[in-house]
């Protein structure tokens, strides 16, 4: 996979990536909002081989500092059966927050969800009290389907609650149909 926007280049995980991904692996803040646990540069290579197979799994190469600043993924959509559909988990190098990588990259990788993988709902969840990620998806025009409670185990053996967020094939046609665009999806 290769994607590329203003400022980003997203693409394939690869073993080059090791030393960028195992900083934002080891970020406390990182941590606290995703189930992982740190690695080291090892665990990490081993990881990312595991992550080659397919290019559902993506970094955010910063063009400027040519560095892995974020990483986006693509995985199976536990809460739906028989729907062309996938889970976006995402999570960006705290040095970066704040300046719009990840909106910039999320725009480009749901774009090429309902564009090219020809899905008919793209789901995210975030943690309860992760007010910037839930933000973003209400933002980038997701629906916010309701919240699980005690949901999920976290780093430090934290139990949060999830809120469960969703966007259809129709949703996706209606953002970009708008004059506007404010979601700049296309």
């Not at 909002?33 to 740190?38: A, E, I, Q, S, T």
């Not at 995985?75 to 996938?86: H, I």
Request: aromatic share 8%; hydrophobic share 40%; proline share 3%.
């Amino acid at each position: 996979m290769y994607l590329e926007t203003q400022r980003l280049i997203l693409r394939t995980v690869t073993l080059d990536d090791t030393d960028d991904m195992v900083e934002m692996q080891n970020d406390e803040v990182i941590l606290k909002y995703n189930c992982m646990k740190p690695m080291n540069p090892e665990e990490m290579r081993n990881f990312i081989l595991t992550l080659q197979a397919d290019d559902k799994h993506i970094v955010l190469h910063h063009k400027e500092d040519m560095k892995v600043i974020g990483f986006i993924d693509l995985g199976p959509d536990s809460l739906r059966y028989g729907v062309k559909s996938l889970t976006l988990s995402f999570y960006l190098n705290t040095n970066y927050t704040s300046q719009g990588f990840m909106s910039e990259a999320l725009r480009k990788v749901i774009n090429h969800a309902f564009q090219t993988l020809q899905l008919d709902v793209v789901s995210a969840r975030a943690f309860l009290p992760n007010l910037t990620s839930n933000r973003l998806l209400i933002r980038l025009g997701f629906t916010h389907e309701g919240t699980l409670r005690q949901a999920v185990q976290g780093y430090n053996g934290i139990i949060y609650d999830d809120c469960v967020y969703s966007m259809t094939k129709d949703d996706f046609i209606r953002l970009n149909s708008m004059d506007s665009n404010p979601c700049g999806l296309l």
